[in-house]
């Protein structure tokens, strides 16, 4: 049986904004952009990686219309597209803070196992 799934197709773009969020050096990357734009050479050195892959993490980040590059002589700068991926990066980096000592998936204690059950009802 073929399924259609056009009533998805909306959230499409929405998976791609997480999918590349993902990355944890891309998730950096936003994170710090959130304060102030930079050039590629400060994000090396913030992140502590080669060149090349700050720059295939951009490439994605600019894809995913996350960040924009402002030309600066010969160089780029990086900032966030809008204040809507600060807000969003922002409110899912306080999420994980303050979940941060919470169970994780595959928990023994079966308090925590009805949380990370997908069958268990929703509340």
């Not at 002589?73 to 922002?90: A, I, K, M, N, S």
């Amino acid at each position: 049986m073929i399924e259609n799934n056009a009533h998805l197709s909306p959230y499409t773009q929405v998976s791609l904004i997480f999918s590349a969020l993902a990355n944890p050096a891309r998730s950096a990357i936003v994170h710090r952009l959130t304060v102030s734009p930079c050039f590629v050479a400060e994000l090396v050195e913030h992140l502590g990686v080669a060149q090349p892959l700050v720059s295939q993490h951009l490439k994605v980040l600019r894809q995913a219309h996350l960040v924009c590059a402002v030309r600066h002589g010969r160089q780029h700068r990086y900032e966030l597209t809008d204040q809507h991926v600060t807000h969003l990066f922002l409110d899912a980096f306080q999420h994980t803070q303050e979940h941060s000592d919470s169970t994780v998936p595959g928990s023994t204690d079966p308090a925590d196992s009805a949380e990370h059950n997908d069958d268990a009802p929703l509340t």
